[in-house]
């Protein structure tokens, strides 16, 4: 198998190594420091059926996890009630049963 290291900061680290005299070949360097690393896990992909479930799943019951349901309308006079979206624009939010 052929290595090919391109980053000097790298090759530097090893050479280090080697110059301290506690390793051998470039070999032993590798080998002590992938012996020393953990293997990552498996990377966990979250979704959000996932974060539903752990939601329905919360032990307290008086939590209502079920989020407003908003509806906006653009607006062209001021109110108290407006939020500006864009540079120019005001939509007012406007609650709504769900």
């Known amino acids: 198998m052929t290595i090919e290291i391109h980053k ?4 530097a680290l ?14 032993d360097v590798l080998m002590q420091a992938l012996r ?6 498996a990377k966990e992909t979250r979704t959000a059926a996932a ?14 996890f079920e989020p407003k349901r908003l509806r ?7 109110s108290d009630h407006v939020v500006p979206r864009h540079k120019g624009e005001n939509y007012l939010h406007e609650q709504f049963p769900g």
């Open 8 to 11: 000097p900061e790298l090759e």
């Open 14 to 27: 090893i050479n280090e190594r080697l110059k301290s005299g506690a390793f051998e070949n470039v070999e």
């Open 36 to 41: 020393g690393s953990a293997i990552p896990a």
């Open 51 to 64: 974060l539903v479930a752990a939601m329905q799943a919360c032990p307290y019951e008086d939590v209502d």
């Open 72 to 78: 906006c309308r653009r607006v062209t006079s001021h």
